[in-house]
């Protein structure tokens, strides 16, 4: 079965599980992606990571009126918020493009929808580098990238969400970017990774290049 299928099934039992519509088919969300050109509905800047309820599945279920693609930042943000609270988070101007979207969405469903393909952002030029942004434009999938140079995958997303590390790992996975990319990544290039147990004037964990 393809990602999308599982996430699709995936989440139409959560919603037969608190008695909601579980009406959204594999090839009504893949045209939702297409339409996003798979990033985020929220913040149209970052790559889409999951399959997001606008209203909360316990009350409007997964529906093609109610799934959207949303990143990690944002569908952590909204939480379970609905309503002012949307508005207060992501701007009046935002939720009213998205509602006006998902209000309209059924009757934009074609008789042929395109087959979404997610494409990888482009990493930017630049001199300092977030570890998430590394990891997100890997030209391969990470499971991939982790079985290459013995890396858990575990460990990959760890460090990708902020988690602290070990320095040894951390060294090894900023050695496996830089082989990957043909650019030296270190702690003084690269923003996000905190060293576990290292800590400066007995305060806080060390954060690379802040």
């Known amino acids: 079965m393809s990602t999308e299928h599982l996430r699709v099934q995936g989440q139409r039992s959560r919603a ?16 939702t992606l297409v339409d996003f050109s798979g990033m ?14 606008f209203l909360p599945v316990a009350v409007a279920g997964t529906t093609v009126k109610n799934c959207i693609p949303a990143c990690y930042k944002c569908n ?6 609905a309503g002012d609270q ?28 395109v087959k979404f393909k997610a494409q990888k952002p ?19 999938r990470m499971t991939e990238f982790g079985r290459k140079y013995d890396i858990s995958e575990v460990t990959i997303a760890r ?20 082989d990957v990319y043909g650019k030296t990544f270190t702690m003084r290039n690269v923003r996000g990774i905190i060293i576990r147990g290292e800590t400066q004037n007995g305060d806080e964990p060390i954060e690379a290049a802040t």
């Open 76 to 81: 952590q943000n909204k939480r379970d918020y």
């Open 122 to 140: 482009v990493l930017q030029d630049k001199d300092t580098f977030k570890v998430s942004e590394l990891i997100e434009c890997l030209p391969y």
């Open 40 to 53: 985020c509905a929220y913040c149209l800047v970052r790559p889409f990571k999951v399959l997001e309820h």
């Open 159 to 178: 460090l990708r969400d902020g988690k602290p590390g070990l320095r040894g790992t951390i060294n090894k996975l900023l050695a496996a970017l830089s």
């Open 16 to 31: 037969r599980s608190v008695d909601q519509p579980a009406t959204l088919t594999v090839e009504q969300w893949e045209q």
């Open 86 to 113: 949307l508005v207060e988070l992501f701007g009046a101007d935002t939720i009213a493009r998205i509602q006006n979207y998902l209000e309209s969405r059924e009757a934009m469903t074609p008789d042929h929808p």
